[in-house]
Structures are given as structure tokens and as C-alpha cells.
T-cell receptor, first 116, second 113 residues
Framework: GAVVSQHPSRVICKSGTSVKIECRSL??????MFWYRQFPKQSLMLMAT?????????EQGVEKDKFLINHASLTLSTLTVTSAHPEDSSFYIC????????????FGPGTRLTVL | SQQGEEDPQALSIQEGENATMNCSYK?????LQWYRQNSGRGLVHLIL?????REKHSGRLRVTLDTSKKSSSLLITASRAADTASYFC?????????????FGRGTQLTVWP
């Protein structure tokens, strides 16, 4: 149980285009989903917290107009990287919780974004 | 930054040996979690230890937590080549109502057969 999927697993795009990444909880309803990015050999940096039916909460330094998050249902959150640039190339990982403050986060397999 | 910091950054051992990784953090927490990540993959949850717990076991894993020192350790006993991965500690924020997690930089563990 508690499986989280991401799609696509890899994406290569040209500079200036927008890319949408989906995060789905497959066998549970996730009130809250989180988006992280990870540069090679570095830690996961929390980008934003996504709650179903409300606006995402962004971490300091993360541009909300650049990284659009939509959490339309209890099983789906999307991250759109708008007008992507090479510096946006990274590994994007989402996670979802079953609920509660001190709950385990279940992570998706990640999406490797490469912007040419 | 609230992020934990793992020590060492890299650890290389032989199969059968024990591996110990340490994590320090900065703020008050509700719980601390350890995750593992294989190269280029997502994270796998290993174990969660709550702030009122001092030690927890799960199979070959042993986690300790010292809230007075704001530190935790992860011990993997009788390591196997398949344990090769990056290991991260993650802390929440006691003052946060959103359940956010903050990750350390990780320890890259290599277990040689």
C-alpha cells in the first residue's frame, strides 16, 4: 500500500517551454502532497506544500509563478515548470501523506527534467 | 536552515560490517525519519522515531535519538552489497502545522562484496 507514482519519469525539453509533472497517490487519498527538487549528489530541497482544494504554500526562495502547483483532487497534484531554463534541470520528487502532523511521507520515484 | 546534516558524507565498508551514520539537526522536532535513496530513484522510508523515543529497531536497522544533543544515528548491522545507497535523515518542524520535512545532505554508503 501507499504507492505514489510520478509521470513522466524523464523529460527533455527546450528552453522556454513549460513542463508538467504529475504526482498520483495510487491506493490512498492524500490530503497533502509535497514537492521537492534535488540536484546531483545533494539533498532534497522542499519547494512547496500542496493541499487539495487550496493554494500551495511555497518555501522561501521558490518562485510560485515559475513553479505552478495544482492539487485538484485527493489523488493528484501537478507541478508545472513554466518557461523552463537550463538551471531548472533537476530531479523533482513528490511525496504524499495519509494525514496528520507526524505522518510518514511516501515518495514518488522522481522525474528527471533536462532543459536544453 | 532547519536541515539536518549527516556525517559522514561518504562511507565505504565491506559486506558483513556494520555501518553507522549520524545526523544532527537544529530545531525542536516531533519526529525524525530516515530514508534511503538508490541512485536516480525515489526515496524509501526506513524508520520513524518520535521525539519521546530514544531507540528504535527494524530488522537490521537501529536508530537512536538524542533530543538534548539534537542528533540521531542509524546503524545498519551485517551490511550487504544491496545496502549501497544514499541515506538521508529528515526532520519535521514542531512549530509547523503542515508536516513539512527537511532533509540533510545524506550519507553515501558503499558496501563492497
Amino acid at each position: 500500500g501507499a504507492v505514489v507514482s510520478q509521470h513522466p519519469s524523464r523529460v527533455i525539453c527546450k528552453s522556454g517551454t513549460s513542463v508538467k509533472i504529475e504526482c498520483r497517490s495510487l491506493d490512498f487519498q492524500a490530503t497533502t502532497m509535497f514537492w521537492y527538487r534535488q540536484f546531483p549528489k545533494q539533498s532534497l530541497m522542499l519547494m512547496a506544500t500542496s493541499n487539495e482544494g487550496s493554494k500551495a504554500t511555497y518555501e522561501q526562495g521558490v518562485e510560485k509563478d515559475k513553479f505552478l502547483i495544482n492539487h485538484a483532487s485527493l489523488t493528484l497534484s501537478t507541478l508545472t515548470v513554466t518557461s523552463a531554463h537550463p538551471e531548472d534541470s533537476s530531479f523533482y520528487i513528490c511525496s504524499a501523506t495519509l494525514g496528520g502532523l507526524a505522518d510518514t511521507q511516501y515518495f514518488g520515484p522522481g522525474t528527471r527534467l533536462t532543459v536544453l | 536552515s532547519q536541515q539536518g546534516e549527516e556525517d559522514p558524507q561518504a562511507l565505504s565498508i565491506q559486506e558483513g560490517e556494520n555501518a553507522t551514520m549520524n545526523c544532527s539537526y537544529k530545531t525542536s522536532i516531533n519526529n525524525l525519519q530516515w530514508y534511503r535513496q538508490n541512485s536516480g530513484r525515489g526515496l524509501v522510508h526506513l524508520i520513524l522515531i518520535r521525539s519521546n523515543e530514544r531507540e528504535k529497531h527494524s530488522g537490521r536497522l537501529r536508530v537512536t535519538l538524542d533530543t538534548s544533543k539534537k542528533s540521531s544515528s542509524l546503524l545498519i548491522t551485517a551490511s550487504r552489497a544491496a545496502d549501497t545507497a544514499s541515506y538521508f535523515c529528515a526532520t519535521d518542524d514542531r512549530g509547523s502545522t503542515l508536516g513539512r520535512l527537511y532533509f540533510g545532505r545524506g550519507t553515501q554508503l558503499t558496501v563492497w562484496p
